[in-house]
Nanobody
């Protein structure tokens, strides 16, 4: 059974940091590029970051460049999103997904507010 389980979300003040994790199981994690998406209230889901199957070609959206970093550990079947200098507009539900598949997690809430 395929599972992607996100964790690490929460409430943080502007300027703070969070590290999201996504633990994968039930499929060959190291064969898939992975991505983080987010969806803010009333907005469409957007791609935040993606990374190649072997950790190559990490890429982040322009809106988070210089603040967010994506990484993965194939030995632990886990992909991470390090989020620094958080802003209120980063608030939303963050999802991980295996690219070119139907594999999605259920999401973790991130709220940036003072």
């Amino acid at each position: 059974q395929v599972q992607l389980v996100e964790s690490g979300g929460g409430l943080v003040q502007p300027g703070g940091s969070l590290r999201l994790s996504c633990a994968a199981s039930g499929f060959t994690f190291s064969s898939y590029a992975m991505a983080w998406y987010r969806q803010a209230p009333g907005k469409e889901r957007e791609l935040v970051a993606n990374i190649g199957s072997s950790g190559n070609f990490p890429s982040v959206a322009a809106s988070v460049k210089g603040r967010f970093t994506i990484s993965r550990d194939n030995a632990k079947n886990t992909v991470y999103l390090q989020m620094d200098s958080l802003k209120p507009e980063d608030t939303g539900v963050y999802y991980c997904a295996a690219l070119r598949s139907s594999y999605w997690g259920r999401g973790t809430q991130v709220t940036v507010s003072s």
